[in-house]
């Protein structure tokens, strides 16, 4: 079983910036595509960004060139860096990882969700 923890989560002003962490920890397993999704009150949850297991990074058109998503395969950790944080962006933040496990001679790939972290930017 694989457990994400994340952090970084908090309160800033608009203009602000805060940087997000995700880290997975377990056994036997390999890490695919991270990435973070975030939901705000009454709305669904929206893709912000994923990187894969390589270096390629997708943004949603609302934070590109205002958020930067990262990889330390090493730490198992994705990053989710926010500069120049609007109101628009407080949400619920949710880390999301692609894993593949491997038990018994089988591998398994599931998609697991951290436990969400706010976001509150205020104008």
């Known amino acids: 079983q694989v457990q994400l923890v994340e952090s970084g989560g908090g309160l800033v002003q608009a203009g602000g910036s805060l940087r997000l962490s995700c880290v997975a920890s377990g056994s036997n397993f390999r890490i695919n595509a991270m990435g973070w999704y975030r939901q705000a009150p009454g709305k669904q949850r929206e893709l912000v960004a994923v990187?894969?297991?390589?270096?390629?990074?997708n943004y949603a058109d609302s934070v590109k060139g205002r958020f930067t998503l990262s990889r330390d395969n090493g730490k198992n950790t994705v990053y989710l860096q926010m500069n120049s944080l609007k109101s628009e962006d407080t949400a619920v933040y949710y880390c999301?990882?692609?894993?593949?496990?491997?038990?018994?001679?089988?591998?398994?790939?599931?998609?697991?969700w951290g436990q969400g972290t706010q976001v509150t930017v205020s104008s």
């Open positions: 990187i894969t297991s390589g270096t390629t990074t």
């Open positions: 999301n990882v692609d894993i593949t496990e491997y038990s018994g001679g089988h591998k398994y790939t599931n998609g697991y």
